[in-house]
């Protein structure tokens, strides 16, 4: 016999403070009948179906969330292909939908804000109507607030976009994270005295450009470095992709064709054009004592 199955449903994407909310109420649930936790999420996300001209970018990638979520304690993942035919479900059908998938169903948890069903028609309050009429019970999650705001993907997309960071990373509950392997370069930043290491990386979301505290993770540990995002004007003579690349402080960086996370930990500043390669240096040489400090590396 199959244990009974609690499942969080959303699109999840950044696994923040409410989102882990939604997981700690399915958690309980399941603790309390020894059953699993399962979430249920979207790929791809909705917008990109129901609106694709204005498409939400994501802030994780499919890889990223499912971690997420599996350290938050979801012990089954089911992305579901969210088409046109999912989409026309309608509202009061969605819970049988659910029952058919999910044999084992025993309770639903969503956000108080949750929209389900063709034309987003359903709620929180009919879902719990409906449910009942599965015999599925259903708990709605109030919004997590983190000091006067709200938590949320789309505020967290756009403190990134801003360059909050710190509040960015406060909603996420565990920092902000790049992944990525490490590529060749121009090996500029040799001839100045600070090596770099580029990372292959495109994130939907592109955060603002700026320099960054970060820790490169590589086989395990978390190397302290100096990291710069943005199209490199200093040494750029016009608009490039934007690349991300590190300056590692303390111990051996890794090379090329290694694949790494980097850990975002504080925004130094903007990212901005010098006059020549002798101010980038000075300027670099500042940003790396600042990381230093911003990372404990400093008394």
């Not at 696994?15 to 790929?43: I, N």
């Not at 058919?100 to 709620?123: E, I």
């Not at 930043?189 to 700026?210: D, H, M, Q, S």
């Not at 890794?254 to 694949?259: F, K, L, N």
């Amino acid at each position: 016999m199959s244990l009974p199955l609690h499942l969080a449903i959303g699109a999840f994407d950044g696994v923040h403070l409410g989102h882990r909310a939604v997981l700690h109420s399915a958690r309980e649930a399941a603790r309390a009948d020894g059953g699993l936790v399962g979430v249920l999420t979207y790929d791809p996300h909705p917008s990109k179906v129901l609106r694709p001209e204005s498409s939400v970018p994501l802030i994780f990638t499919r890889a990223q969330k499912d971690e997420r979520l599996t350290e938050a304690g979801a012990q089954v993942i089911h992305h579901e292909k969210f088409d046109r035919n999912h989409a026309g479900i309608e509202a009061a059908d969605f819970p049988k939908w659910l029952k058919q998938t999910f044999p084992h169903l025993r309770s639903l948890h969503v956000g108080s804000n949750f929209q389900y069903g063709r034309g987003r028609a359903g709620n929180g309050e009919t879902f719990i109507a409906h449910g009942a009429a599965e015999n599925l019970g259903v708990k709605l999650v109030s919004a997590v607030r983190l000091g006067d705001e709200t938590v949320s993907s789309s505020r967290i997309r756009q403190c990134l976009s801003a360059g909050e960071l710190a509040l960015a990373n406060a909603m996420l509950l565990r920092p902000y994270e790049a992944e990525g392997v490490i590529i060749g370069g121009r090996r500029l930043g040799r001839t100045i005295g600070f090596p770099t290491v580029n990372v292959a990386w495109e994130p939907e979301l592109k955060p603002a450009y700026g320099v960054y505290a970060v820790e490169v993770i590589f086989k395990g540990e978390a190397l302290p470095a100096v990291a710069n995002y943005g199209q490199r004007p200093t040494v750029e003579s016009g608009p490039v992709a934007p690349l991300l690349e590190a300056h590692v402080l303390r111990g051996i960086a890794p090379t090329t064709g290694d694949a790494v996370r980097v850990r975002w930990v504080r925004r130094l500043r903007a990212e901005q054009k010098f006059a020549d390669l002798a101010a980038l240096r000075a300027q670099i040489a500042k940003d790396s004592g600042a990381a230093k400090q911003a990372l404990g590396l400093l008394s």
